[in-house]
């Protein structure tokens, strides 16, 4: 009930569609692993330490 985060550092939410069906997910912009589509498994985008490589396309990036 009372959780408040405080940001560290100056991250975003990244917004993807996936290039296998096209689902749309959010991911965060340094991942700390690959992530994958929920629906389809398809990659993406990578971590590559610390910071993002994308696979999927941007829909839209998140504050
Ligand atoms: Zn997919």
Do not use: H
């Amino acid at each position: 009930m009372d959780k408040k985060l405080v940001p560290m550092t100056r991250t975003k939410f990244l917004k993807l569609k996936c290039n296998g069906c096209g689902n749309e997910q959010t991911v965060f912009s340094a991942p700390a692993s690959t992530v994958k589509c929920l629906a389809c498994n398809q990659t993406l985008a990578e971590s590559t330490g610390g910071k993002i490589r994308l696979v999927a396309k941007i829909v839209k990036e998140l504050e």
